[in-house]
């Protein structure tokens, strides 16, 4: 089991840039493959993007592609997400998750560890 604590989240204007970090414990961390989700208040959790085990495979929402970069740190046991050219439609809770497996997954389903969240705000 991995746990997950995320951090970075905060207020930015439109066009601006913020940095997720996401600090995992747990001895499985280097075999697990790691997603970020976005939810806001009332719908689904979206998924935002993966990465591999090892970071060489990435994925992303088409809402994001071009604009966000996922990233790990296995060293650290960490994974991060730069947003940049942030839009209003941004805003929402953002959720680190960790997969009991080496490759990316875009589904809910596929994930098996949560953090908490942190909520990321866009104004326009």
């Known amino acids: 089991q991995v746990q997950l604590v995320e951090s970075g989240g905060g207020l930015v204007q439109a066009g601006g840039s913020l940095r997720l970090s996401c600090a995992a414990s747990?001895?499985?961390?280097?075999?697990?493959?790691m997603g970020w989700f976005r939810q806001i208040p009332g719908k689904e959790r979206d998924f935002v993007a993966a990465i591999s085990r090892g970071g060489a495979a990435t994925v992303y929402a088409d809402s994001v592609k071009g604009r966000f970069a996922i990233s790990r740190d296995n060293a650290n046991n960490a994974v991060y997400l730069q947003m940049n050219s942030l839009k209003p439609e941004d805003t929402a809770v953002y959720y680190c998750?960790?997969?009991?497996?080496?490759?990316?997954?875009?589904?809910?389903?596929?994930?098996?560890?949560w953090g908490q969240g942190t909520q990321v705000t866009v104004s326009s």
């Open positions: 747990g001895r499985t961390f280097s075999s697990s493959a």
């Open positions: 998750a960790g997969r009991r497996s080496p490759s990316t997954s875009k589904s809910l389903s596929g994930y098996d560890d």
